[in-house]
């Protein structure tokens, strides 16, 4: 029998941006997660103030430069935010692989990005504003563990057995 990789049980942060919320798109995103079978262990809502999106986006500036780092330090705070956990077998990459790229105009349709926004990067510098994009997911396991230890205490994370756990696998 050939070898099948192993599975591991991840959880990673979700965060319904401030256009999700304003959109009214929180619960068709939702949806879309737990048809994927992840499970919520954690939400909070919150409005983001400039120290808490500093230390959320902590690599943003280094990475992207001050004025994206701007754009979406403003935007972040423009409204509030839902913060989820969701754990799953390989959660960190399926739940990108359902969010899809960063920029939606390249993501592909069927993930929320390329279904439900409508924004390039040539149109965030144009317009000078961030990349609209309704979610924001951790991008590796060093970054999952560091967002859910900062939007999360431990116990605000609780363990329950869904009914995928129990019948499906
Ligand atoms: N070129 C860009 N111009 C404006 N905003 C950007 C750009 N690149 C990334 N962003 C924003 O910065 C965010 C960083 O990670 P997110 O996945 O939360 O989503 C990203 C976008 O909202």
Aim: glycine share 6%; aromatic share 8%; charged share 25%.
């Amino acid at each position: 029998m050939p070898e099948v990789p192993a599975h591991t049980v991840e959880r990673t942060l979700v965060l319904l941006k401030p256009d999700a919320l304003a959109r009214g798109l929180a619960g068709r995103i939702v949806t879309r997660f737990e048809d994927a079978a992840l499970k919520i262990v954690g939400t909070k809502m919150k409005w983001m103030d400039e120290e808490f999106t500093r230390r959320h986006y902590s690599d943003l500036e280094e990475r992207l430069g001050p004025e994206v780092y701007n754009v979406t330090s403003t935007f972040m705070q423009q409204g509030p935010v839902i913060a989820l956990v969701l754990e799953g077998f390989d959660a960190i990459a399926t739940v990108r692989k359902i969010v899809g790229s960063t920029y939606p105009n390249q993501a592909p349709a069927g993930t929320v990005r390329g279904d439900l926004s409508h924004y390039s990067a040539a149109a965030s510098v144009a317009s000078g504003k961030a990349v609209a994009n309704l979610v924001h997911a951790s991008g590796n396991a060093e970054e999952a563990k560091q967002e859910v230890e900062l939007w999360f205490d431990k116990d605000e994370l609780q363990d329950y057995r869904t009914l995928a756990e129990i019948y499906t696998y």
